[in-house]
T-cell receptor, first 113, second 114 residues
Framework: DVKVTQSSRYLVKRTGEKVFLECVQD?????MFWYRQDPGLGLRLIYF???????EKGDIPEGYSVSREKKERFSLILESASTNQTSMYLC????????????FGPGTRLTVL | DQQVKQNSPSLSVQEGRISILNCDYT??????FLWYKKYPAEGPTFLIS?????DKNEDGRFTVFLNKSAKHLSLHIVPSQPGDSAVYFC?????????????FGQGTILTVHP
């Protein structure tokens, strides 16, 4: 069974803190993605990775960075958390095929105070 | 620039009736479309997809229709059930490129009343 796990379901951090969100997939997928979901805005792509150590900016990369040292693990880093980064963060992965269904993790609800 | 739009933020339907969720896109390069369903506190799960070489795809109670000339797709749920109450996202991609990137709409909250 397909499995994408995220390190925390709920997280509360203070403004200025460095925040790490971890995602692990067990499907040997090449592609991994980080989104944030906000009401009325849908899912917006922050960063994605198509191979180990490879990364590409998505639509809203400002204030975020990522790391992919192993194929199964993709980390999202908030260098200095701000209140406007309070959101639901979703990780996804997919095979590198012509038709790409993405599989999502359960999400991390991050609150920055 | 919102390339995929779901203009109805919410939809309310009676159990047993049809639910129709709509989605419009602007990028004519999109050729593969997906619908996802999301319950609160869970990640989105894949529901159904359609390639641009088709105009209809069916899977049980769920049917997706694609009108390429109008750049419009819709998801029909018949009959609707209370368990279908969730947020529905449409997504679009250009197949074979862009490392499988999907562009999502804003989502439509479906409520099915018993």
């Amino acid at each position: 069974d397909v499995k994408v796990t995220q390190s925390s379901r709920y997280l509360v951090k203070r403004t200025g803190e460095k925040v790490f969100l971890e995602c692990v997939q067990d499907m040997d997928h090449e592609n991994m993605f980080w989104y944030r979901q906000d009401p009325g805005l849908g899912l917006r792509l922050i960063y994605f990775s198509y191979d180990v150590k490879m990364k590409e900016k998505g639509d809203i990369p400002e204030g975020y960075s990522v790391s992919r040292e192993k194929k199964e693990r993709f980390s999202l880093i908030l260098e200095s958390a701000s209140t406007n980064q309070t959101s639901m963060y979703l990780c996804a992965s997919s095979y590198e095929t012509a038709y790409n269904e993405q599989f999502f993790g359960p999400g991390t609800r991050l609150t920055v105070l | 620039d919102q390339q995929v739009k779901q203009n109805s933020p919410s939809l309310s339907v009676q159990e047993g009736r049809i639910s129709i969720l709509n989605c419009d896109y602007t990028n004519s390069m999109f050729d593969y479309f997906l619908w996802y369903k999301k319950y609160p506190a869970e990640g989105p799960t894949f529901l159904i997809s359609i390639s641009s070489i088709k105009d209809k795809n069916e899977d049980g109670r769920f049917t997706v229709f694609l009108n390429k000339s109008a750049k419009h797709l819709s998801l029909h749920i018949v009959p609707s059930q209370p368990g279908d109450s969730a947020v529905y996202f449409c997504a679009a991609s250009v197949s074979g490129t862009s490392y499988g990137k999907l562009t999502f709409g804003q989502g439509t909250i479906l409520t099915v009343h018993p």
